[in-house]
């Protein structure tokens, strides 16, 4: 049996019970319920209890809002806080920038790394064959963030998702289009 962060077991072999008690680490055997909210530039830490921190962001970056990827103002998660990783979107004079962030408990802080700067129209997720792909848009460009990171280049004017499961539907800055599959290869129409 678990309750709390103790363990107790017992045998009832020959009509005796024998308890025997292991007190865990926390680290060890995480179990306890966090959720993170986000309203405009205030991040609170709450945990099951209720108990709730504000958080002091850290950034080196000005911005008004900040929300997660998915356009909320809540995540909830089971485990460990310091080991809680995630990414949230920046909002600064009608642009975006993308950030990864780790959650400090002991400081009370939540600490900022710069994936992409605050000069996006848009970032946003779209579920493409039961996974997340994040599209960056600028100047009525798009492009899927990891091709973005290595050229630093816009291919499309428009990337959508299809009835094909496997496949997303494009078009280009020259006004092709076609089909993308898994892998990012690029179909054009005939």
């Given at each position: 049996l678990l309750i709390g962060n103790i363990v107790k077991t017992f045998s009832l072999q020959g009509f005796q019970a024998i308890f025997l008690i292991i007190r865990l680490q926390s680290e060890v055997y995480p179990k306890t319920h966090y959720s993170l909210s986000l309203s405009n530039?205030?991040?609170?830490?709450?945990l099951a209890n209720s108990d709730k921190k504000p958080l002091q962001v850290?950034?080196?970056?000005?911005f008004e809002s900040i929300n997660f990827i998915d356009k909320t103002q809540f995540q909830r998660w089971v485990g460990g806080v310091n080991s809680h990783r995630g990414k949230v979107i920046l909002n600064?004079?009608?642009?975006?920038?993308?950030y990864s962030f780790q959650i400090d408990d002991y400081n009370q802080t939540m600490i900022l790394e710069e994936i992409l700067p605050i000069e996006f129209d848009d970032i946003y997720e779209d579920i493409y064959k039961d996974e997340p792909l994040l599209i960056?848009?600028?100047?009525?460009?798009?492009?899927?963030?990891?091709?973005?990171?290595?050229?630093k280049e816009f291919r499309f004017t428009?990337?959508?998702?299809?009835?094909?499961?496997?496949y997303l539907r494009y078009e280009k800055i020259d006004g092709?289009?076609?089909?993308?599959?898994?892998?990012?290869?690029?179909f054009d129409d005939i």
């Open positions: 530039n205030e991040v609170i830490l709450s850290i950034t080196d970056t000005p600064y004079g009608g642009k975006k920038g993308l960056v848009a600028k100047n009525n460009q798009q492009e899927i963030l990891q091709m973005y990171k290595k050229t428009k990337l959508f998702k299809t009835d094909a499961p496997i092709t289009q076609g089909w993308m599959n898994r892998q990012g290869e690029l």
